[in-house]
């Protein structure tokens, strides 16, 4: 019979009085993500909120991640500017996971908070600015907008004689350090994680994609986008993507995808995981077929 009525596994099959309380059981089918199938590209390592979120409205995570985060290939620049820490002005965190790699060296080289003492701190975004509340640090500067450009726009126009500190990814784009250069500050910029492409899932994701039984995938940083393209080398990416929404978390990533032919359906107005959840929660719905 199954066969026949073109029913597959998974399949739970009710029968008996329990039908009954369909009305009482069926919350979860009233979820806005319920029946999707969503990739997630995150690192391993930072993909939890973002799937418990995608989850908790419904949605069936597939975990993708395609890159993983790692310590730079050397710790030198990172040492020697801590060793000259009290001669900095400013120190920028582009990312979370950038204050957390910065300040574990930090304590590692025998260090603690109080070296920032007398140091003005901005981050980019509210995530890094959670992180270093977390750890007691207040940021003097959280740019309205969660880009390099947003932190360029809020300082002084001349910042000569200024020395600032970048801890951030060894791939990065130089708008903010050439912005700031070009103010005539002193800028140093050293790598303190990496990241490196990872493709475990890849030819699962291709099976699903080519079933199409994915709904939609989402990127939260460019190098997930330039990963997922690498990670499935000599694919059409076009037809695969084809009937695939694609979820970008700003303007910077959305960008990166359009590079390589695939346009973001969804990009949330902060550029935040749990705003990209909620953008997608809301948007599917209308931007894709009801659930299979």
Known sequence: MEKAQGIRPPTVIVVGEVVRLRDQLRW?????????RIVV???REQQGEFAELLEDYGAEVIECPTIALRGPDEWGAVDHALERIASFHWVIFTSANGVRCFLKRLQEGGGDLRALHGIRVAAIGPATAAALQEVGLHPDLVPDEYRAEAILEALDRDL?????LIPRAAEAREVLPAGLRERGAQVEVVPVYRTVPVADQADAVLDLLRAGQIDAVTFTSSSTVVNFVEMLPGQ??????????IACIGPITAETAARYGFAAHIMPTAFTIPALAEAVATQLRFLRPPPR
């Open 41 to 43: 590209t995150r690192a």
């Open 160 to 164: 000569s004689g200024m020395r600032f």
């Open 28 to 36: 979860f089918e009233e979820k806005p993500l319920c029946g999707r």
């Open 236 to 245: 059409d990416l076009a037809a695969l993507l084809k009937d695939v929404t």
